[in-house]
């Protein structure tokens, strides 16, 4: 286990922290501020019983081969967050290392066990699911063990429960053959992961949509549905009414996508909240992923404006990753500009929707 050691560099915060405001945000953070990395990508997050508890990938850079896998808590009652602490890398032998990439963490209910899925491999097209547990909810980890062949594990978005909550489902996808979205089923006996993995797909082919990453919204009336990044220039989106088992046609949605992930999270109330970035292909003066979005829907279908998380011409905010807490507000974090993890708090309860959403230019005066 490694902690911090040295300062990353400072970087101007003016265009970051003076982003637009708006109804229900809460406060905003950064992970951390020293670390023996100099980038990091890819956070996901989940509360559990301490906390809430963060993880991501850092190193040199995506894909240098010291790329590993860390993580960071911030205690209830705490306002500082532990010191980063790697947990996993990819050495394979002596003189052999390959990088790390996408961890998803999953706190299993009734307080049980905090998993820990991630990727090992020279590239996306290449890397396999690895899968680490930890059973004091986040302190440590361990019990390391690669997953089965052609199973990756959720590849960037938590898990949901499915199956009267035996079942955890996972949103994966691969490269290799062309992007195309699958899914993976495991059963759960005492918040672990037992017996046989499902594998379901690929829902579509690489001639339809280039189209990875899916997160799911779930619906009140059981049905399932997930939004995917594509090469595109749009969100897709696909639906299931049998848990899991079978999907819809991948459509478009009537939002914008720069070949970028996404998340959502269905709320207790059953609305659905976005974080994206509302650009299309860099066809824009902002850049790729120089806007971070948040919008709201209530079929899954029809988008609102809510707020601009991030804005600056030519930064990267991407790869969010988002919760509601127990006490009902909303976590979120995000990369920011690849030197830090930023994180977020809302409170959806006093959100005020804006304009409805297409593809073209967001409201930026909502």
């Given at each position: 286990?490694?902690?911090?050691?040295?300062?990353?560099?400072?970087?101007?915060?003016?265009?970051?922290?003076?982003?637009?405001?708006?109804?229900?945000?809460?406060?905003?953070?950064?992970?951390?501020?020293?670390?023996?990395?100099?980038?990091?990508?890819?956070?996901?997050?989940?509360?559990?019983?301490?906390?809430?508890?963060?993880?991501?990938?850092?190193?040199?850079?995506?894909?240098?081969?010291?790329?590993?896998?860390?993580?960071?808590?911030?205690?209830?009652?705490?306002?500082?967050?532990?010191?980063?602490?790697?947990?996993?890398?990819?050495?394979?032998?002596?003189?052999?290392?390959?990088?790390?990439?996408?961890?998803?963490?999953?706190?299993?209910?009734?307080?049980?066990?905090?998993?820990?899925?991630?990727?090992?491999?020279?590239?996306?097209?290449?890397?396999?699911?690895?899968?680490?547990?930890?059973?004091?909810?986040?302190?440590?980890?361990?019990?390391?063990?690669?997953?089965?062949?052609?199973?990756?594990?959720?590849?960037?978005?938590?898990?949901?429960?499915?199956?009267?909550?035996?079942?955890?489902?996972?949103?994966?996808?691969?490269?290799?053959?062309?992007?195309?979205?699958?899914?993976?089923?495991?059963?759960?006996?005492?918040?672990?992961?037992?017996?046989?993995?499902?594998?379901?797909?690929?829902?579509?082919?690489?001639?339809?949509?280039?189209?990875?990453?899916?997160?799911?919204?779930?619906?009140?009336?059981?049905?399932?549905?997930?939004?995917?990044?594509?090469?595109?220039?749009?969100?897709?989106?696909?639906?299931?009414?049998?848990?899991?088992?079978?999907?819809?046609?991948?459509?478009?949605?009537s939002l914008p996508n720069p070949n970028s992930g996404v998340d959502v999270v269905t709320l207790a109330d059953g609305r659905h909240l976005l974080i994206y970035n509302h650009l299309g292909s860099g066809k824009t003066g902002w850049g790729r992923r120089g806007l971070l979005n948040l919008a709201i829907s209530n079929d899954g279908i029809e988008w609102r404006q809510i707020g601009v998380v991030e804005h600056e011409e030519k930064?990267?905010?991407?790869?969010?990753?988002?919760?509601?807490?127990?006490?009902?507000?909303?976590?979120?974090?995000?990369?920011?500009?690849?030197?830090?993890?930023?994180?977020?708090?809302?409170?959806?309860?006093?959100?005020?929707?804006?304009?409805?959403?297409?593809?073209?230019?967001?409201?930026?005066?909502?």
């Amino acid at each position: 286990m490694k902690a911090f050691s040295f300062l990353v560099p400072l970087v101007l915060l003016s265009h970051a922290w003076s982003a637009e405001r708006f109804a229900g945000f809460v406060s905003e953070d950064f992970v951390f501020t020293k670390a023996s990395f100099p980038q990091c990508h890819a956070s996901t997050l989940c509360e559990t019983p301490r906390g809430i508890l963060v993880a991501w990938f850092g190193g040199t850079k995506e894909k240098a081969k010291d790329v590993g896998i860390w993580t960071s808590e911030l205690k209830t009652g705490s306002t500082d967050w532990s010191a980063p602490t790697e947990w996993a890398n990819g050495v394979q032998y002596e003189g052999h290392r390959h990088p790390c990439w996408n961890p998803v963490l999953y706190q299993t209910p009734d307080e049980g066990s905090t998993l820990l899925f991630f990727k090992v491999g020279p590239s996306p097209d290449a890397w396999w699911g690895e899968l680490m547990i930890s059973r004091d909810h986040g302190v440590t980890f361990s019990g390391r063990r690669r997953l089965p062949e052609g199973i990756d594990g959720p590849v960037r978005c938590k898990p949901i429960l499915v199956d009267d909550g035996s079942t955890l489902l996972c949103g994966s996808s691969t490269e290799h053959d062309g992007w195309r979205v699958h899914f993976e089923k495991i059963s759960l006996t005492n918040g672990e992961p037992t017996g046989v993995w499902k594998r379901i797909g690929p829902i579509h082919e690489a001639s339809t949509f280039n189209a990875i990453q899916p997160t799911f919204l779930e619906h009140r009336n059981g049905k399932l549905q997930v939004l995917c990044r594509t090469k595109e220039g749009v969100i897709s989106t696909s639906f299931s009414e049998d848990g899991g088992d079978t999907w819809s046609p991948m459509g478009k949605t009537s939002l914008p996508n720069p070949n970028s992930g996404v998340d959502v999270v269905t709320l207790a109330d059953g609305r659905h909240l976005l974080i994206y970035n509302h650009l299309g292909s860099g066809k824009t003066g902002w850049g790729r992923r120089g806007l971070l979005n948040l919008a709201i829907s209530n079929d899954g279908i029809e988008w609102r404006q809510i707020g601009v998380v991030e804005h600056e011409e030519k930064a990267e905010f991407s790869y969010p990753a988002m919760i509601q807490a127990h006490d009902g507000r909303v976590h979120l974090t995000y990369t920011w500009k690849r030197q830090r993890i930023k994180r977020v708090v809302l409170d959806p309860s006093k959100f005020k929707e804006g304009a409805m959403l297409d593809r073209g230019e967001w409201d930026r005066e909502t």
